[in-house]
């Protein structure tokens, strides 16, 4: 079982990025998956859900708007397209199944977010 995010990049505010979530070793189809973030100092953050037909997302407050989660189950592989980034949004992101217990976390990506 293995979760590898990636696209995390420097970016200036109001900027876009794009991550990816590559699943592998469970049925990605079978489970609501979420983003999440952990800013410098501060505890890990739900950020959005979808679920597993990728019929049904939710947000965070503080990303919605701005923020769109997908999935291809296809692929095994789930993204998070985020535009107008702010100085705020700076935080290393996760993936993860929605269930308990959690999959093993990977190493997450980092995104930055500064003039």
């Known amino acids: 079982v293995q979760l590898v995010e990636s696209g995390g990049d420097l970016v200036q505010p109001g900027g876009s990025l794009r991550l990816s979530c590559a699943a592998s070793?469970?049925?990605?189809?079978?489970?609501?998956m979420n983003w999440y973030r952990q800013a410098p100092g501060k505890e890990r953050n739900w950020v959005a859900r979808i679920t597993g037909s990728g019929g049904v997302t939710t947000y965070a407050n503080s990303v919605k708007g701005r923020f769109t989660i997908s999935r291809d189950n296809a692929k095994n592989t789930m993204y998070l397209q985020m535009n107008s980034l702010k100085p705020e949004d700076t935080a290393v992101y996760y993936c993860?199944?929605?269930?308990?217990?959690?999959?093993?976390w990977g190493q997450g990506t980092q995104v930055t977010v500064s003039s």
């Open positions: 070793g469970f049925t990605f189809s079978n489970y609501d």
């Open positions: 993860n199944r929605e269930l308990f217990p959690k999959l093993p």
